[in-house]
């Protein structure tokens, strides 16, 4: 086993409290980190006497991400971060803030490679990323042993990542995206209450009999409807679904379980309130497009899901974009010899698909659930794929308040092991 | 004690002489149908539309000072009798009070814009208090005018302009302090 170097930064603060949590980290693989790609940071909290509810921060230039933590004591806990900029420095801060309030921070050094360096990179024993961007800052790998990951998610990264790097990554030729369903109007979430009401308000000069003793009703009537008309403005959408529309990408690759996403999408909120939009993912990031308060910030939930936090008005928009492994598979390929199986194993049907020339040409351009099609002959190709697309989400999103209904479509890309693999 | 008894009366009666008049019913369904109509036409974009450094509520807000300015001149003459001038007090009570409520009318529909913009429920009832301010200068300075002048329709016109004017003035002040 080839040791080049391996810098493993753990750092304390000076002199912490007897009863303060412990709080210790490690950055980069091997210590490594390049411009625009993913860099681990690794993070151990021991909350010894005093429970954690906080946020633990880690910054990278002007990146930043944030996880919210809640420990209670005594307990210790261990988890990833990952962090990417185009800003690199040296160091890495990571820093646990409870009630507004540092608590703990360590500064953890990075060794910068360059975009173009070829660099291989050792992975320590029994420290094997959870995520294929722990790979990222690598074009190859070294082990300081033999051993394969244990957990089936890291021997899923790792064979994601391989099956990325074996892709071409940049260089994956994917079909043209189509445009994000337009977001409906602020109008449309008031126009039914607020027409509603104007039609009630007209009614009441109408509806009051213009008797000598009843016509003094028209006043208090007007009252009565003006208080039920405000009610039932301040109540408009407090009970709806946000409404997020998107276009995605679902990438499968040979020979990985996991699912590769990336998403545009916007997120129409139906209230005046404070949202919590999370994508149903524990490896993935979620960054809102319009949302500039918070700079480079990304956010983490407490188990680890991406979030994004908005304050909304009453049918306003948000852009964002999420890049996460999910579990959603569209396709199962099996090999037989020359030939090669494709099945449809998803719930929805596979519309305007795309198939390599090995498969007849008078293939099908829909492959209903369940539904299979058969190459006649050996695939070849730099980087062949099979493209479809069905109108759904490959991620789900929830938030703590309010139902997330989903509309747009996804193009699934399966990459198969071409000439090149074979 | 008997007074004040003869107030309510008085002011009973005047309310009832308003509630009669169609012109009130009338300038009910303007006010609250234009409003309806401003909120839902600049909110119909991706975005609520406003003027340049005005949020959008604020911005139907100054579109309902100005219907209120024009609306409300016009509803205290058509509504209000001016004979005889002894009543003046209590009419003017009874039309302060209605034209209160008139203006009131759209606050369900200005909240819907305050909650498009986020800007609290608080922001629409400060609102809602220049809006009142508004009724209530609008029936002194109709009343004004219609002692001063007794062309009726010269009376309105210049009540509408005085009207107007103030709130423009007091508008143009607001935006200088800030």
Wanted: charged content about 20%; aromatic content about 6%; some cysteine.
């Amino acid at each position: 086993v080839f040791v080049i170097g391996r810098l493993l930064a753990i750092a304390l603060l000076a002199a912490p409290a007897a009863d303060a949590p412990l709080l210790t980290a490690e950055a980069g693989l091997d210590g490594v980190g390049r411009p625009g790609r993913w860099l681990p940071v690794r993070v151990t909290i021991d909350a010894r006497t005093e429970d954690i509810n906080g946020d633990l921060v880690a910054e990278w230039g002007r990146a930043r991400v944030r996880r919210a933590l809640i420990l209670p004591a005594p307990s210790r806990v261990e988890f990833d971060l990952y962090i990417r900029t185009g800003d690199v420095r040296d160091v890495v801060l990571v820093r646990l803030e409870q009630g507004g309030r540092e608590t703990s921070r360590v500064t953890l050094p990075v060794r910068i490679v360059g975009v173009e360096d070829q660099t291989a990179l050792t992975v320590p024993a029994g420290r094997w990323p959870h995520s294929w961007r722990g790979y990222d800052a690598a074009d190859a790998l070294m082990f300081d042993t033999g051993d394969a990951p244990s957990a089936r998610s890291d021997r899923d990264a790792l064979a994601l990542w391989r099956a990325l790097r074996d892709a071409g990554d940049a260089d994956r030729a994917l079909p043209a995206a189509e445009p994000v369903p337009p977001a409906s109007s602020p109008a449309s979430h008031a126009a039914t209450t607020a027409i509603l009401y104007t039609i009630a308000i007209a009614a009441v000069p109408l509806l009051v009999r213009r008797g000598r003793s009843r016509v003094l009703l028209l006043y208090p009537a007007i009252a009565l409807v003006v208080a039920g008309g405000s009610a039932a403005a301040w109540a408009t959408g407090r009970s709806s679904a946000i409404v997020v529309r998107h276009q995605s990408f679902a990438e499968q690759f040979e020979g990985a379980a996991t699912t590769l996403v990336s998403m545009r999408a916007t997120a129409q909120y139906p209230a005046d309130e404070d949202f919590s939009l999370r994508a149903d993912t524990m490896d993935g990031v979620l960054d809102g497009v319009s949302s500039s308060a918070s700079g480079d910030e990304t956010r983490l939930d407490a188990e680890g899901r991406p979030m994004l936090d908005h304050r909304a008005g009453l049918g306003s928009t948000e852009s964002f974009s999420v890049e996460a492994t999910s579990g959603f598979r569209a396709f199962d390929v099996t090999h037989d010899g020359p030939r090669t199986r494709i099945v449809n194993v998803s719930t929805a049907a596979l519309d305007r698909c795309e198939f390599p020339p090995a498969f007849s040409t008078a293939a099908a351009d829909r492959l209903a659930p369940g539904q299979s099609i058969e190459s006649s002959s050996v695939i070849t190709g730099p980087d062949p794929i099979v493209a479809c697309r069905f109108a759904g989400a490959p991620l789900a999103f929830t938030e703590p308040h309010h139902a997330v209904t989903t509309s747009g479509s996804t193009l699934v890309v399966y990459h198969l092991a071409g000439a090149r693999d074979q | 004690m008997r007074a004040v008894h003869g107030i309510a009366i008085v002011l009973r009666r005047e309310l009832q002489l308003i509630a009669r008049q169609r012109a009130f019913g009338v300038a009910l369904l303007i006010h609250t149908g234009v409003m309806t109509a401003f909120v839902l036409a600049w909110s119909s974009g991706p975005a609520p539309q406003a003027f340049p450094g005005r949020g959008f509520y604020d911005s139907v807000r100054l579109v309902q000072l100005a219907v209120l300015g024009l609306l409300l001149p016009w509803t205290v003459a058509r509504v209000v009798a001016m004979r005889p001038p002894r009543l003046m007090a209590s009419r003017a009570v009874a039309a302060a009070l209605a034209m209160a409520l008139l203006a009131f009318a759209a606050f369900p529909v200005m909240l819907l814009a305050d909650r498009m913009e986020d800007a609290g429920v608080a922001h629409a009832l400060r609102g809602e208090l220049d809006v009142q301010a508004l009724s209530a200068l609008a029936v002194a300075t109709v009343l004004a005018w219609r002692r001063l002048c007794h062309d009726r329709l010269i009376g309105w016109m210049a009540a509408t302009i005085s009207t107007c004017g103030l709130v423009a003035a007091v508008l143009y002040l607001q935006d200088y302090a800030r």
